[in-house]
C-alpha cells in the first residue's frame, strides 16, 4: 500500500497568490514525523517543514505552514505569497517509529510546482 | 551551519566499471541514510548506519555496499555498473532523537551518477 499519496502531479499559481499542495499518508504506528522538501531543478533536497504526530499546532516555518488533519491522514503544504523562486518538485515524506528505532523516510510521487508572473 | 557535504558532485563512470560515491555528515549526527532517486522518480532508500552499524536496509542492489567510519563519515560503493543504475544519489543525516530537532533528516546535495 501506499503510504504518502500526492494526487497533484502539477499545480500552477500565480506570483503573489497562495497555494496548497496536497498529501495523504497511511500508517498504523501513532507515532511518525511528516515532511515536506523542496527540490529545484538544480537537484538538492532542501527540507521546508515538518510535523510530528503528537505536536497540537500546525507546523509554520516563515511563508510555508503544515495544514495537519490526523484524522483524515493528510498533511497539505501551504505557501503563502508565492514567488518565482518557488517554482520546484515538492516531496512529502513521513517517518514512522519502527520497531529498531531507527526511522528511514518513504517519499511521495512529487508535486511540480509553476509559479507565474 | 554545517551541512551534508557529498563528493563527487558529479561523475561519469563506464558499464562495468565500479563508483565510490562519499558522505560527510552534519556534525554530532548519529544516522546516514542513502538514498537513490533516477530521472523523474520520487528518492528511494537504499541503505542507513547508525553509530556506524547497518540499521536498515532498502532496495539496495547486491552489487552495492555502504559503510559508516569511526568518523561518522560514510561511502557507498557500487561495482558492475549498469545504465540503470545512472541517478542523483542523496546522502542524509539525522540527530540523536533527544535533540530539539532531533526528528529531521537534512539531505546533501546529492552525487549525480551517469554510467555510459
Known amino acids: 500500500a501506499q503510504k504518502i499519496t500526492q494526487t497533484q502531479p502539477g499545480m500552477f499559481v500565480q506570483e503573489k497568490e497562495a497555494v496548497t499542495l496536497d498529501c495523504t499518508y497511511d500508517?498504523?504506528?501513532?507515532?511518525?514525523?511528516l515532511f515536506w522538501y523542496k527540490q529545484p531543478s538544480s537537484g538538492e533536497m532542501i527540507f521546508l517543514i515538518y510535523q510530528g504526530s503528537y505536536d497540537q499546532q500546525n507546523a509554520t516555518e516563515g511563508r510555508y505552514s503544515l495544514n495537519f488533519q490526523k484524522a483524515r491522514k493528510s498533511a497539505n503544504l501551504v505557501i503563502s505569497a508565492s514567488q518565482l523562486g518557488d517554482s520546484a518538485m515538492y516531496f512529502c515524506a513521513m517517518r514512522e517509529a519502527l520497531n529498531t528505532g531507527f526511522q528511514k523516510l518513504v517519499f511521495g510521487t512529487g508535486t511540480r510546482l509553476l509559479v507565474s508572473p | 551551519a554545517a551541512g551534508v557535504i557529498q563528493s563527487p558532485r558529479h561523475l561519469i563512470k563506464e558499464k562495468r566499471e565500479t563508483a565510490t560515491l562519499k558522505c560527510y555528515p552534519i556534525?554530532?549526527?548519529?544516522?546516514v541514510y542513502w538514498y537513490q532517486q533516477g530521472p523523474g522518480q520520487d528518492p528511494q532508500f537504499l541503505i542507513s548506519f547508525y553509530e556506524k552499524m547497518q540499521s536498515d536496509k532498502g532496495s539496495i542492489p547486491d552489487r552495492f555496499s555502504a559503510q559508516q567510519f569511526s568518523d561518522y563519515h560514510s561511502e557507498l560503493n557500487m561495482s558492475s555498473l549498469e545504465l540503470g543504475d545512472s541517478a542523483l544519489y542523496f546522502c542524509?543525516?539525522?540527530?540523536?532523537?533527544?535533540?530539539?530537532?532531533?526528528?529531521?533528516?537534512?539531505f546533501g546535495e546529492g552525487s549525480w551518477l551517469t554510467v555510459v
Open positions: 556534525p554530532r549526527h548519529d544516522t
Open positions: 542524509a543525516s539525522s540527530p540523536p532523537d533527544r535533540t530539539p530537532s532531533g526528528n529531521t533528516i537534512y
Open positions: 500508517t498504523s504506528d501513532p507515532s511518525y514525523g
